[in-house]
């Protein structure tokens, strides 16, 4: 006798048998126990889950000899006949091939009059139903709506959406899950236990994991395993035979992202490509497992929404702590980046190596929103005078040194680096500066000028400056007093937005003029009550604050002096001595001090 394959030798014969449609088992088992049939049933979902595979059942139930049962002898002519696809009064239809007007009057119009040739019932099985035309779909209306009393349409889709809605309004419609991970790993150990395959249950894991949700897509792998390593299978032959990524892989890669190690990246990489894996399924697999660790990290675990079994989801678990929801997202998109860019390149291999380096970093990112939020904590801290060394506002912990020169002698000394500007995101470990900041201020360090304040108050609250009548403020001075006054108030934000413009004093009014509208002329603007009482204070009268637009590129002393200080800064670059603490200390010059000046 010819060999039959595992997909067809063990396909569900009985309700009892299909695997992962339970609703549907339930709900057709009780409409024929209560006589309740309808003339039209609909089967949609992905292939390979029971669509025809239930219908024929049915078919089995309805025309049984034992009579009409949810549970077919299996042993009858009709049953028998059923199951091998030659019975006389169920004629499957094959969409695809059959998808003109011509052939559904041919089969089923010109036909449908005709009874039974023995059985009760004369049924249609339509498969791939969505395949017909719409002038066949016209030509079905009119008998599928209201057939003769013998006849029963079933029509199975993956295409629902194609279905006309004409039709999808005289069927009873059901709809196919994918299978559970689970549930197809234990029919898979039952097969394997009746073929008497040795496979170990790691192995049958992966075969599981290879249906996608196909019951028979993973009954025709494990076909195909056998076939490679005979009865006794390991998860290595598993891989090799069907190009699987091993979840060993999969988790191998989640770790070196997680510890940001490249090496261990590219080691993954190559063992891929050496292997022959087709490296857009490892993203599309991998894109897979960060959606499992996102819904793991919404606390959802349960097997049937994540598509995986329950000893993976503990390890899942176990991985999903070390990021957060954000890093996942995140990394979910730059993988879909980078799945278009291997199907395009012409070196695949790199484009996945840079790809995965990239995602590692990725971790060290932060949202634009998320730096501006701690600068305005960090404001409010030192309005409030609370800013301390044990202050919650995160400062870089690890960063290379920052040398500052002195010329001629080259006295230099460690500080702080300076945050850099990043228009999309911002590495976690410095504190940056908010949107709108002119790249003059990436050479200054906010927690450097905030330390050049004055002194916190020794009670943590601002101090109450002192009465009106006894500052003095001389003519032509009021914009320094102005800056000085804010800086005592604890503004340094405003102050910067300050030195950002040229600003002019009139009688009674301060004119800051910015090139275009920004981040510091909004703050400004926000502004006119505190610059009010300054002037009160300073000046005995309110101090009118106005903010003007010229579009030309406005240029400061503060700026003019950066520029020539980044000017000596090149300068000294070639000093030995400076060269040599460069390299030592990983540092760089950010600012240079002339000694004889």
Do not use: W
Not at 102 to 108: A, F, G, L
Not at 260 to 283: I, M, P, Q, Y
Not at 324 to 337: G, K, N, P, Q, W
């Amino acid at each position: 006798m010819s060999y039959q394959v595992i997909a067809r030798k063990y396909r569900p014969q009985t309700f009892a048998d299909l695997t992962g449609q339970e609703h549907i088992s339930r709900t057709l088992k009780n409409a024929i126990e209560h006589s309740r049939l309808h003339h039209a049933y609909l089967f949609s979902g992905v292939r390979g889950t029971g669509k025809t595979t239930t219908a024929r059942i049915l078919a089995k139930c309805l025309n049984c000899i034992t009579g009409v049962t949810s549970e077919p002898c299996l042993r009858c002519p009709s049953c028998v006949e059923v199951a091998g696809g030659n019975s006389l009064d169920v004629i499957e239809i094959d969409a695809a091939s059959n998808t003109g007007v011509d052939n559904v009057r041919e089969v089923i119009v010109n036909s449908i009059s005709i009874a039974p040739a023995r059985d009760r019932y004369k049924v249609f099985i339509i498969d791939e139903v969505h395949m017909l035309s719409n002038q066949a779909f016209n030509a079905l209306l009119k008998t599928l709506e209201e057939p003769p009393a013998h006849v029963i349409f079933m029509m199975a889709t993956t295409e629902l959406h194609k279905v006309p809605d004409t039709i999808l309004s005289r069927c009873q419609q059901f709809e196919f899950r994918q299978i559970p991970v689970d549930k197809i790993f234990k029919r898979l150990r039952e097969i394997a236990d009746a073929e008497q395959v040795n496979i170990t249950n790691e192995a049958l894991r992966e075969v599981a994991r290879a249906g996608n949700g196909s019951l028979r897509d993973a009954q025709s792998a494990l076909d195909q395993v056998i076939s490679f390593s005979g009865t006794k299978i390991t998860e290595v032959d598993v891989t090799h035979s069907l190009g699987l990524v091993s979840t060993k892989i999969l988790e191998q890669t989640i770790k070196s992202i997680a510890e940001r190690d490249t090496a261990g990246l590219l080691k993954v990489v190559e063992e891929l490509d050496s292997s022959g894996h087709d490296l857009r399924f490892f993203s599309r697999e991998l894109m897979t497992y960060f959606r499992h660790l996102l819904v793991i990290k919404t606390g959802i675990t349960s097997s049937d929404v994540l598509g995986v079994s329950e000893i993976e989801i503990a390890s899942l678990k176990q991985i999903s702590s070390k990021f957060s929801e954000e890093d996942l997202v995140r990394f979910f998109h730059l993988l879909t980046e980078i799945e278009k860019q291997i199907k395009d390149s012409l070196q695949p291999r790199f484009q996945l190596e840079i790809g995965l380096v990239k995602i590692a970093h990725a971790t060290r990112l932060r949202a634009l929103d998320e730096v501006i939020k701690r600068l305005e904590e960090l404001e409010s801290r030192l309005s409030g005078g609370n800013l301390s060394a044990n202050s919650s506002v995160s400062m870089p912990s690890k960063s290379p040194s920052v040398v500052r020169a002195d010329l001629p002698s080259a006295n230099l000394q460690r500080t702080t680096p300076p945050p850099k500007e990043n228009r999309s995101s911002v590495a976690a470990d410095s504190l940056d500066e908010p949107p709108g900041f002119s790249d003059s201020f990436a050479r200054n360090s906010f927690e450097e000028r905030a330390s050049a304040r004055a002194p916190e108050p020794t009670h943590g609250s601002i101090e109450k400056p002192v009465a009106a009548s006894s500052v003095s403020v001389a003519p032509g001075q009021e914009i320094e007093a102005i800056k000085m006054e804010l800086e005592k108030r604890r503004k340094p934000l405003i102050v910067m937005a300050l030195e950002e413009a040229r600003v002019a004093y009139e009688e009674g009014k301060l004119i800051a003029t910015f090139a275009s509208e920004n981040a510091f002329s909004k703050r400004l603007k926000d502004s006119a009550d505190l610059f009010r009482e300054v002037g009160e204070y300073l000046l005995g009268q309110p101090l009118r604050l106005e903010v003007k637009l010229n579009g030309e590129a406005v240029v400061t002393p503060l700026q003019e002096s950066r520029q020539a200080r980044e000017k000596l800064i090149e300068s000294v670059k070639d000093n030995p001595a400076v060269k040599m603490l460069l390299e030592t200390f990983r540092g760089e010059i950010v600012d240079v001090q002339d000694a004889t000046a």
